[in-house]
């Protein structure tokens, strides 16, 4: 069989707003929205559609959106373990390799996420309503071993992410002196990136480090700003071979390579588990997982031009950042503050969109939308001459991660 190389050829998004903002329209239209604009944005038709892929247990199940959609034919519908946003990038490989082995010729990789019409992330869906089942909640059975494993930390006050993954934060500025101040620094950089964005949520919202300082404390050390937005919204990623990607309305972008993972012992990280070795504690556990990836392009960290980093909290970018090889470990903050995140005169250009702290909460997909548009020459904060970027999923959770590449 011929080589069939996977490359992205179209992007497309709905509007993103804060949560509950979006108005009358449902998750499923917003997922159907981004599909159809990505696959419009690609030069293609929805009838040459005939693979879809999502993650972290996107409701709209890719049965019925290959109904309403109009596909001729769905013959790959994928569904990424690796959990929450650590899924994104697991998504844009699983379909890659639908692609290159011949399973599907045109896939698209989708994610919706309405927190308005469901519930906000961090209250965990709970009700205040007394319960009503009458057996005691030692015989109740949880509906996965996620929610299993959370049933043994929230005894303990572990309710929410931003508490999970303060500790290895925390842990990082006990070893190596990390500040607050070096953590706010990365949230005004993307915050600043966003205000030249019209589709991010927090364009029109400058943020000052002594804004970020004097913000609220939501869990120790993660004020108010150093944690993501909670959204309303939708994007998608169309994927087909290289030889359909040459008559297409876009410039492709090459998927270079692409690697899924955990380490050992890891489960869903330090939201639940206690088998993390003290050795990654204070990482975001994906040092196995880059030397992998960037082996695998035959590329390593001073090939990449601009990085779309995901951004859930700020200590987990800070953790990417040495995970990946821009800088030995204990020296992110260091690196935060020389300016190397920057669009303009940064070694490492990162989050040009504003990523999830400041355009909007899409489970990182919309990294992979910025990451396209950037090697495009399309983004709002440009870098010239970009030829190599990196898109991670969430740290200090089971990962994954692409690198795309300018044809």
Excluded at 331 to 352: H, M, Q, R, V
Aim: aromatic share 6%.
């Amino acid at each position: 069989m011929k080589e069939r190389k996977a490359h992205i050829v179209g992007v497309g998004e709905s509007p993103y707003t804060r949560w509950g903002k979006i108005g009358d329209i449902t998750e499923h239209a917003l997922a159907c929205q981004a599909i159809l604009k990505a696959v419009e944005d690609a030069g293609l038709q929805m009838e040459e559609v005939d693979g879809l892929a999502s993650f972290a247990e996107d409701r709209n199940e890719a049965i019925f959106l290959a109904a309403e959609l109009g596909l001729s034919e769905l013959r790959f519908g994928n569904m990424v373990w690796m959990p929450g946003g650590g899924g994104g990038c697991a998504a844009i490989s699983n379909a890659a390799m639908a692609v290159e082995s011949g399973q599907a010729e045109v896939v698209v990789v989708y994610r919706s996420l309405c927190q308005g019409q469901f519930y906000r992330f961090g209250a965990g869906g709970a009700s205040t309503e007394a319960p009503t089942d009458p057996e005691p909640p030692s015989l109740q059975q949880a509906n996965s071993l996620l929610l299993a494993s959370m049933g043994l930390a929230m005894p303990y006050g572990l309710l929410m992410a931003a508490a999970a993954y303060a500790l290895p934060t925390r842990r990082h500025m006990h070893l190596y002196g990390t500040t607050s101040e070096q953590l706010g620094l990365l949230a005004v950089t993307f915050r600043e990136h966003a205000s030249r964005n019209p589709r991010a949520v927090m364009g029109g919202r400058p943020l000052t480090l002594e804004d970020h300082q004097a913000s609220p404390m939501i869990a120790d050390p993660h004020r108010l700003y150093d944690c993501c937005l909670e959204s309303d919204g939708a994007c998608a990623v169309v994927i087909t071979t290289e030889d359909r990607a040459r008559d297409l309305a876009n410039r492709p972008v090459e998927i270079l390579a692409s690697e899924q993972g955990t380490p050992k012992g890891y489960a869903f990280g330090p939201f639940t588990n206690a088998n993390i070795s003290d050795e990654i504690y204070a990482t975001g556990g994906c040092e196995a997982m880059a030397k992998r990836l960037f082996g695998k392009a035959g590329l390593g960290p001073h090939d990449v031009d601009v990085a779309q980093f995901y951004d859930h909290f700020t200590g987990c970018v800070l953790m990417q950042l040495e995970d990946y090889g821009f800088c030995e470990r204990g020296e992110g903050g260091p690196f935060i503050e020389s300016g190397a995140l920057a669009w303009k005169g940064g070694a490492l250009p990162t989050n040009t969109h504003g990523g999830s702290l400041s355009e909007a909460y899409i489970h990182g997909l919309n990294h992979v939308v910025e990451g396209v548009r950037t090697l495009r020459g399309e983004s709002t904060s440009p870098v010239d001459g970009a030829e190599v970027c990196l898109v991670t999923s969430a740290a200090c959770v089971p990962s994954s991660a692409v690198l795309l590449g300018r044809k």
